[in-house]
């Protein structure tokens, strides 16, 4: 292989993995990086000079590869655009930004003939992309579903195996910086919203808006919550999913009960595992660090080597053409999907109650398949309440019948039950 000559645009926790990846290949050569602080001790010995003048990467004709490891929308996104339109090719680990403008930058990559390389977005050191990309690339994908967070997963874990409450977790995943400062992203489930857009686009060549995916949480998550989900046979993990349904795509993260049996709930602290189903593979699961700063480094580092022995192909082009279209895919309405529901009720200790919900369920093709009663300290009664396959538009408007009523202190929880996929499921 010829010599390749890189620029990188940030030198953080991922950059100085790749650094440190870097050295190992004789023939890539580094040769500038630009940060936002020139004067930062950095803890690696500098392969080249650094910057704080991005031109000075994006304009240089030697370089051929720009790896961009500074994250965030911008610049970012104008740097990214910079390089492509000088016929530079991307190595990018910035799920935000392709989430959210990936049509127009493959499009702009197709007609300066250079590719946009992305493994680190999703799941980090699991090389899912290219598995979807090239190793399942003979299946029509039907759904891509997982445990796409590790700080999530982490704090969730934490929280089952403590007994913690939310923020005692989420507190300690920062101490061992497993959580960032602002923990939204995260928690709030955006981060893996970015990663289902992406996922969507390499599953079914449509890429989904990141305001179009459904989104929820675990802020809401209740140590009661996991210690009621143990004891009916599940444990609580952030799942997002990607699935095909007719022309629409249904896309969503939020909580959910996934079965002590079933692979997601073994993954376990900061991992990633991901559920591919294919038509003719059947379901893959991939399991491993979804972040870091050396499985982040792998990820990159692979696609700058795989870029570069492909730079040496004579017709690059066409073999990197991105089958991926520009328009926005639509996504299939909440109200229509179909799935078992956990629910916890605060209601009055009073005779009758359950039989009341039991019937306003009933009015809405709600069949209940377990049902629990505790008391409480204060007075009245903890209900936990666990049904069978529902549609969501149904599950709302009882919901909404219930608030109204006298016996009903609070809605507590609400959270759906995972389901192997079937036509609707989920
Ligand atoms: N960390 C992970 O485990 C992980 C996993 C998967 C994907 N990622 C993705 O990898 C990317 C990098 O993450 P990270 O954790 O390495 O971030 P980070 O530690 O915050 O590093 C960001 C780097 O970018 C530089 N930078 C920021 N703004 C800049 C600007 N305007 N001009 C030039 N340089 C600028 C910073 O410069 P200074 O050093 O001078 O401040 C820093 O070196 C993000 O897209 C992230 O989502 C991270």
């Known amino acids: 292989m010829g010599r390749v000559v890189l620029g990188m645009l940030g030198l953080g926790t991922?950059?100085?993995?790749?650094?440190?990846?870097?050295?190992?290949?004789?023939?890539?050569?580094?040769?500038?990086?630009?940060?936002?602080?020139?004067?930062?001790v950095r803890d690696i010995e500098l392969p080249c000079p650094i910057t704080t003048d991005p031109a000075e990467v994006l304009e240089d004709p030697e370089i051929e590869i720009v790896v961009e490891v500074m994250g965030g929308e911008q610049p970012a996104l104008d740097y990214i655009r910079r390089a492509i339109d000088r016929r530079k090719h991307i190595v990018t680990a910035n799920k935000e930004v392709l989430a959210k403008h990936g049509p127009e930058l493959f499009e702009q990559a197709r007609?300066?003939?250079?590719?946009i390389f992305f493994e680190a977005s999703v799941a980090g050191g699991v090389p899912l992309i290219s598995t979807i990309q090239k190793g399942l690339e003979a299946n029509e994908i039907s759904s891509v579903a997982g445990i796409l967070n590790g700080t999530t997963n982490f704090i969730l874990s934490s929280m089952e195996e403590k007994g913690e409450a939310f923020a005692d977790a989420l507190k300690q995943a920062q101490t061992l910086g497993f959580a960032e400062a602002d923990p939204t992203n995260?928690?709030?489930?955006?981060?893996?919203?970015?990663?289902?857009?992406?996922?969507?686009?390499?599953?079914?060549g449509r890429f989904v808006k990141p305001t179009s995916v459904f989104r929820q949480g675990i802020s809401q998550i209740t140590p009661s919550d996991i210690a009621h989900a143990r004891?009916?046979?599940?444990?609580?993990?952030?799942?997002?999913?990607?699935?095909?349904?007719?022309?629409?795509l249904d896309v969503r993260?939020?909580?959910?009960?996934?079965?002590?049996?079933?692979p997601l709930s073994n993954v376990s602290g900061s991992h990633n595992g991901i559920l591919v189903t294919g038509h003719a593979v059947g379901e893959i699961v991939m399991v491993g660090p979804g972040a870091g700063q050396m499985p982040t480094a792998s990820a990159?580092?692979?696609?700058?080597?795989?870029?570069?022995?492909?730079?040496?192909l004579p017709d690059f082009a066409s073999y990197f053409q991105n089958a991926?279209?520009?328009?926005?895919?639509?996504?299939?309405?909440?109200?229509?999907?179909?799935?078992?529901?956990?629910?916890?009720?605060?209601v009055s200790d009073s005779p009758g109650v359950i039989g009341q919900i039991g019937t306003i369920f009933g009015e809405h093709n709600i069949s209940i398949q377990s049902i629990l009663q505790r008391g409480t300290a204060e007075p009245g009664a903890s209900v936990v309440i666990l049904t069978h396959a529902v549609r969501n538009s149904d599950m709302d408007a009882a919901l909404g019948e219930l608030t109204g009523k006298p016996f009903l202190k609070e809605l507590a929880s609400c959270i759906r039950i995972y389901e192997p996929p079937r036509d609707g499921a989920n």
């Open 14 to 40: 991922v950059g100085t993995g790749v650094v440190r990846l870097l050295t190992q290949q004789k023939n890539l050569t580094l040769k500038k990086i630009a940060v936002r602080d020139s004067t930062k």
């Open 300 to 312: 990159i580092v692979g696609d700058i080597i795989n870029l570069s022995s492909a730079l040496q």
């Open 231 to 248: 004891e009916f046979g599940y444990r609580v993990k952030l799942v997002g999913s990607t699935r095909a349904t007719g022309d629409k």
């Open 324 to 346: 991926i279209e520009t328009e926005w895919a639509d996504t299939a309405p909440p109200g229509d999907w179909v799935c078992p529901y956990y629910l916890k009720f605060s």
């Open 186 to 204: 995260d928690v709030e489930g955006f981060d893996v919203a970015y990663k289902l857009c992406i996922l969507s686009a390499l599953a079914y």
């Open 111 to 115: 007609k300066k003939g250079v590719a």
């Open 253 to 262: 993260v939020h909580p959910m009960l996934v079965p002590l049996t079933h």
